[in-house]
């Protein structure tokens, strides 16, 4: 029986304990015997909880020690003399008889790996009868305990409401460790690329070249502000002056002058782009969009023009980011009281001078929150990058060359068989940290123009 069949056994036990313990709460309040402290309904999640919760925790530390109990078992078998002394042997032996023995796998590299599968299949199958045999015994251990304490003065409710709230507390508790621990996994590793490179050669330095066998100069080939420059010049300036515009504009036409029934089918259709997969975006940038760009460029006398440009990618990233400016900007202006723009009419003004003044403002908190989802999003783009504004990290200002990006860096240095210990790979961590950190000061910026504007109008 495999953990998961024996889950399934253990959850319907829990449907039968809830419903045992609603039953016998039910024949105390209908006795009238005493006053009792929960409804039924109360008594038979204590029950349920008893009776799933111990078993389905067992059952996921069982998994995690299962399987170096099955390889014990298999490495006192007599076919397991004959294994290798090399680790790196053993294990790829063993890795083989397991995927043989339960995974279903067809062919042996390796004789020894055919002659250990019926073991490691025997070894499988007798571990998952133990474990679900403890849990199935927990199961009715859990139940039955509970089902005894089902009495009128029981406070069941209780019990289970606080099981509820740290329920919710962990699941709250997750993010936050979460983000603790991307944020030591960054910090301890930069630390180990900043003892081999300068962080002021990092920060500060203009040539990007890590892909250079020879690392006699670290600093002279790690310096990362090409790869800033790119990240802020494509996805900073010019999808930003794609994006705010149109999505802004199409906010207020949707909120103010679109007929009910335009804005029924618009918007959905609006949202839509946000739900294309990136690679779709990027196949157009680097199909439709990169072509006519370099074009256009070839038109007015750009002879160095190529089909890899930030303003492609640029462009084509600024569409896909609309519906987050659109969306949030769409939402803060609807959410305007109407007395504020009712009264701005009435005081003479006209529809656009009250857009103007008064309902943008008003939604300025809103409209700043998309801008800032839209910045984050743009920042975080890799696929559209790679496939239109190319690989290569240049410092400049023309729209019509290729650069690069953070992201599509740490991509690069990451790819394929690397060593942890080389300030190559090292270095996607280090790039990764000032990522983090201009996103952090961008929320702390972007929050502190939210709370002075929504204080100036609430």
């Known amino acids: 029986m495999s953990p998961v069949s024996a889950l399934v056994i253990v959850c319907g036990l829990g449907l039968v304990g809830w419903a045992a313990g609603r039953a016998k709460a039910r024949l105390h309040l209908q006795a009238g015997t005493a006053r009792p402290h929960s409804l039924p309904a109360y008594h038979g999640w204590y029950v349920a909880i008893w009776t799933i919760l111990p078993p389905a925790l067992f059952l996921v530390a069982w998994g995690a020690l299962a399987p170096g109990l099955i390889t014990d078992a298999v490495l006192r078998t007599p076919p397991a003399a004959e294994l290798p002394t090399a680790a790196i042997d053993r294990a790829g032996i063993l890795s083989e008889a397991r995927r043989i023995g339960t995974e279903g796998q067809a062919t042996a590299f390796n004789p020894l790996s055919a002659r250990l599968a019926p073991e490691y299949a025997a070894a499988t199958h007798r571990y998952n009868l133990y474990g679900a045999a403890l849990a199935l015994v927990l199961a009715f251990a ?26 919710l507390l962990f699941a709250s508790l ?54 800033f420059w790119g990240t802020i010049f494509i996805g900073a300036i010019i999808a930003m002056i794609v994006a705010i515009p149109l ?69 084509v990233m600024g569409v896909m980011i609309i519906p987050f400016v659109s969306s949030m900007a769409d939402d803060s202006i609807a959410a305007v009281p109407n007395a ?3 009264g701005s009419l009435a005081m003479g003004a006209t529809s656009s001078e ?43 200002a023309n729209p019509f060359a ?57």
Request: proline content about 5%; overall charge positive; charged content about 15%.
């Open 142 to 167: 859990g139940g039955a305990f509970a089902f005894t304490r089902v009495r009128p003065d029981f406070r069941a409710r209780t019990r289970v409401e606080r099981l509820a709230m740290g329920g």
């Open 174 to 227: 997750i993010a936050i460790l979460t983000t603790i621990g991307i944020v030591a996994s960054l910090l301890f590793e930069s630390i180990r690329f900043f003892g081999m490179v300068s962080p002021i050669g990092f920060l500060f330095g203009t040539g990007w070249s890590p892909q250079q066998v020879a690392f006699s100069d670290p600093d002279a080939i790690f310096g990362a502000v090409p790869l």
């Open 247 to 315: 999505g802004l504009m199409s906010a207020i036409y949707l909120t103010q002058y679109a007929a009910p029934r335009v804005r029924a089918w618009m918007k959905p259709v609006l949202e839509i782009l946000a739900g294309v997969p990136t690679v779709v975006y990027g196949y157009f940038a680097a199909l439709t969009v990169a072509p006519a760009v370099r074009d256009f460029a070839a038109s007015i006398g750009i002879v160095s023009a190529t089909s890899e440009s930030a303003l492609a990618a640029g462009l």
């Open 340 to 342: 504020m723009r009712d």
């Open 354 to 396: 009250t857009i103007r003044r008064v309902l943008l403002p008003a939604a300025l908190p809103g409209v700043v929150g998309g801008v800032l989802l839209a910045v984050s999003r743009a920042i975080g783009e890799t696929m559209i990058v790679v496939m239109a504004a190319g690989l290569t990290a240049n410092l400049t």
């Open 402 to 458: 290729s650069v690069t990006t953070v992201t599509v860096q740490i991509v690069q240095l990451l790819t394929g068989d690397q060593e942890f210990d080389s300030p190559k790979t090292l270095a996607a961590f280090a790039l990764g940290l000032v990522l983090f950190v201009v996103t952090l000061l961008l929320n702390i910026v972007a929050l502190r123009v939210v709370k002075r504007y929504r204080e100036a109008y609430e």
